[in-house]
């Protein structure tokens, strides 16, 4: 992107640096990182930050109208709808690809959003040591809207914790030990000093939710949800919890948002920065669909993703409620590597305080590719790809 800051780095690059800045990933909690991470940052210049940050509002505009919000009752399956659901969503994230428009010019485009957590404590460790490692100028920031290490750490504190007894603040998964972000739970425990339980291990007592530690029985008041309630099926778990039932528990971020905020939502919006969009249910005529890309409404990580659509694709589908078509981007190959140069997607974190108006940007994390898809199975074997961070010029 940066293209003076992308030569001094690939100038510089050596395997033997990035090893050594691997060991320090890992040494933030050893074994727990799962995932590739890839060997240079992203640099991204004034105008192109601007660009994704006007997107995000236009997105923000269309989330704050009631009736949008009113539509997306219908998005929450019935088995997953969670009472008490908060009056906003705390976190939202929105996935940019970087892409060419038809005049060939770099333009962002949403790929998807979610009212959901990410890695945000293991991208607050990621920049600290990421800084060092690439040489990142003083002038390039990680943060947006002048948050920094220290306002982002307080931020997150603000928001999950608040005035709540530490120890009734967990970060709730399933089968935490098994997935592959296990490292940020570990680098939440070392930010905020909440600890990660298993949600197998939650019991209730009335309309009050526990956990054991040490010996002893401890009440949650306030859940940092990472937990995707349709893994639940998948697993056998549903009867763990009566998800039905109001208890004394508040969720950071609501589970309901989860589904409110998230591919189902892209077509009510109408903007040069995101790619049209329909409910398949509601089309009336069929598109020229080596155009578009077709997307279950409730599968995530890119499962189920059809890329190269045809009529038949079309035809097989028996619940087309459940389905978004979605008109294809055309990534741009833009960051040089030592190699074939790789494609990236910048995800902006969004937080949303109480006593806030509306959502505000102040995060990122960021993935490259080499494959026809972000993300590991399409990038088995290639160098220069796996997950960033974005640097953003003040």
């Known amino acids: ?31 727990a990182l799962d995932f590739k991470v890839a060997e240079t940052p992203i640099f991204i210049p004034k105008d192109f930050k601007q660009k994704m940050l006007d997107a995000c509002e236009t997105i923000v505009d269309v ?27 705390e976190m939202l994230v929105f996935d940019f690809g970087i892409c060419k428009n ?9 790929i998807e959003m979610q009212g959901f957590p990410s890695l945000f404590a293991y991208q607050y460790c990621l920049d600290q040591i990421t800084r060092e490692y690439a040489a990142v100028p003083d002038n390039y920031s990680a943060y947006l809207n002048n948050y920094n290490n220290s306002s982002y750490a307080q931020l997150l504190a603000d928001i999950i914790i608040g005035d709540t007894n530490i120890e009734q603040v967990v970060l709730l998964e399933i089968f935490p030990e098994k ?16 600890r990660t339980v298993c949600l197998t291990t939650v019991f209730a007592e009335g309309n009050q939710l526990f956990y054991n530690y040490e010996g002893n029985k401890i009440q949650i008041k306030k859940i940092f949800n990472r937990v995707i309630f349709d893994d639940l099926e998948q697993l056998g778990l549903t009867e763990i919890i009566d998800l039905k039932k109001s208890y004394e528990v508040e969720w950071i971020t609501h589970p309901n948002w989860f589904y409110r905020i998230s591919k189902f939502t892209l077509p009510f919006i109408d903007s040069l920065y995101v790619p049209d969009t329909y409910f398949l249910s509601e089309l009336t005529q069929p598109l020229n669909w080596s155009e578009y890309v077709l997307k279950p409404l409730f599968s995530y990580a890119g499962m189920g993703i059809v890329i190269d659509v045809t009529q038949a694709d079309i035809d097989a589908i028996t619940d087309p409620e459940h389905w978004i078509v979605q008109k294809k981007v055309q990534y741009a190959p833009v960051i040089e590597t030592l190699d074939e140069p790789a494609k990236a997607e910048i ?7 109480k006593e806030w108006e509306r959502p505000v940007a102040v995060h990122n994390l960021a993935r490259l590719s080499k494959g026809k898809m972000i993300g590991t199975r399409y990038n088995e074997g290639k160098t ?11």
Do not use: H
């Open 347 to 353: 995800r902006l974190f969004y937080f949303w305080k």
């Open 384 to 394: 220069w790809v796996g997950g960033t961070i974005a640097y953003f010029e003040k």
């Open 63 to 89: 989330l704050l109208q009631p009736e949008v919000i009113e539509a997306t009752n219908r998005s929450i399956p019935e088995k997953y709808s969670v009472p008490n659901e908060s009056s906003r969503p």
């Open 179 to 194: 997935q592959k972000t296990r490292i940020d739970f570990a680098c939440t425990k070392t930010l905020l000093d909440i």
């Open 102 to 110: 038809e005049s060939g010019e770099l333009i962002p485009q949403l």
């Open 1 to 31: 992107m940066e293209k003076q800051l992308r030569q001094q780095f690939n100038s510089r690059f050596s395997e033997t640096q990035y090893l050594a800045y691997l060991q320090e990933i890992d040494a933030l909690a050893p074994d």
